[in-house]
């Protein structure tokens, strides 16, 4: 039992007695335990989540070709926090991850109802010459709007180093893990 509390501290940085409460949750199945542990991780974000953030840092991230980079502002409550190796690799990691997917927003409702409007018309188009019953449509371009605010706002896209997970689960779990709101504050990207 030590070696598998070990192994998932090693994986997840969460504390031993969350991880030991895990493991007998899970009787013992390793996976299950930190699926166990991410839930709760996005338990206590949530919680964390209304707690103001006025510290932080401001990172920047050069792609090796040094024809794109990114600069970020990343927000927690403490300076203590913000000094932290932890939250700075975050930081960086987030950085890297718009450099390579491009966001252009931070969160979907972010969108500006402009942008959306402008592509609603060439859904419409399309679906029209794809002869699509007049009744679906409606259904059809809420399900297309909803799906073009995730792929172009960061917190909701498939993280670059772990497809697996968005960027908001990457930052909810760093909030569970260091104990403080972790926000995106703004980015900005630059390309030659």
Not at 24 to 30: I, L, M, S
Not at 128 to 138: A, N, R, S, V
Not at 177 to 185: D, L, M, R, T
Request: charged fraction near 35%; glycine fraction near 4%.
């Amino acid at each position: 039992m030590l070696e598998k509390i070990k192994k998932l501290r090693e994986q997840t940085g969460a504390g031993m007695v969350d991880i030991k409460k895990a493991l007998t949750e899970a009787e013992g199945d390793e996976a299950r335990a930190i699926e166990i542990l991410r839930e709760k991780g996005l338990e206590k974000a949530s919680k964390k989540a209304a707690r103001e953030t006025q510290e932080g840092a401001v990172v920047s991230y050069t792609h090796s070709n040094s024809r794109v980079g990114t600069i970020v502002k990343l927000l927690c409550e403490t300076d203590f926090v913000a000094r932290n190796d932890e939250f700075k690799a975050l930081a960086v990691d987030i950085a890297m991850h718009i450099t390579a997917m491009n966001p252009q927003f931070v969160r979907p409702e972010d969108v500006s109802e402009e942008v959306v409007a402008k592509e609603k018309e060439v859904w419409a188009e399309q679906l029209k010459e794809e002869k699509q019953p007049e009744q679906m449509i409606p259904g059809i371009l809420l399900d297309k709007e909803k799906k073009f605010r995730e792929e172009i706002s960061l917190m909701t896209q498939p993280f670059v180093k772990n497809p697996e997970q968005t960027i908001e689960a990457l930052i909810n779990e760093k909030i569970a893990k260091i104990g403080e709101n972790i926000q995106v504050g703004e980015f900005r990207r630059l390309e030659l």
